[in-house]
């Protein structure tokens, strides 16, 4: 069974995010990521992201990691029609006149500003993480909201890697001058609508503990905390340091 969810990029980086199991004992979680960090050194990548439960904090500070923030997430089952709105429009950016790099502004406009402080790549890193991530055909996946001509946000729903009904968001944002109209909850809404046809059953969210604007968007739309933890990195130049 794996523990862990584990995303390579070449010698780039590694991003593990602890996968909860109730009946697994926390000493399994640490055994099982102590092997993954002894092949993560041996393979010389710059650094690696890790979401683990902050029970572990102590043990991983001695280990080098710095801890980057607290995130939270959040569930939901998805059955039943949501309530949307007629006057946005969605469109997929594969049917979109926006081109990529037009998309990726308007990605980097929505994180502007953002109370999330989990923002570990810059907007290159993260379109050209896209179809590695989502496939060949991730465009069909990025939705741009918009109203009267103006965009006003995007999102990314996808089905979880390693599941085949886990709903979840690459990204969901709203750009700053739209924000505090409500439109964070409605373009929300309608993203979880656009995960029942990928096959999704059930979605899970999550935010950095601080974005107080993006929880009540959950709490709003009907999603339940499900789980806390810690965002926490490590360098390999650190390593290469204590080695020394």
């Known amino acids: 069974m794996n523990l862990f969810n584990l995303i390579k990029k070449d010698q780039e980086y590694w991003l593990v995010d602890q996968l909860k199991v109730s009946h697994i004992p926390n000493i399994d979680y640490l055994v099982a990521f102590d092997k993954l960090l002894t092949e993560w ?13 902050e029970e572990n904090e102590d043990w991983l500070l001695k280990r080098r990691f710095k801890k980057v923030s607290s995130i939270v997430e959040y569930t939901k089952i998805l059955e039943g029609p949501v309530k949307t709105s007629n006057s946005v429009q969605v469109v997929a950016l594969s049917d979109s006149p926006v081109s ?22 810059s907007i290159s890193q993260i379109m050209e993480s896209l179809e590695r991530e989502l496939g060949e055909n991730w465009r069909d996946q990025c939705f741009i909201f918009s109203q009267n001509g103006m965009n006003s946000g995007i999102s990314i729903p996808h089905i979880e890697e390693g599941t085949t009904d886990e709903g979840r968001m690459f990204y969901f944002g709203v750009v700053p001058e739209q924000r505090c109209k409500g439109y964070g909850k409605l373009f929300h809404a309608i993203t979880m609508e656009l995960l029942k046809p990928l096959g999704a059953k059930i979605y899970v969210g999550s935010t950095d503990t601080g974005n107080a604007p993006m929880r009540k968007i959950f709490e709003a739309n009907g999603c339940t905390l499900r789980d806390i933890k810690g965002i926490y990195r490590i360098d390999m130049e650190k390593v290469d340091e204590l080695i020394k």
Request: charged fraction near 25%; include cysteine; hydrophobic fraction near 40%.
């Open 41 to 53: 050194k041996e393979q010389n990548v710059v650094y690696l992201s890790l979401m683990m439960d």
């Open 100 to 121: 990529d790099s037009e998309f990726a502004l308007l990605y980097d406009a929505c994180r502007t500003g953002s109370a999330n402080k989990n923002n570990l790549f």
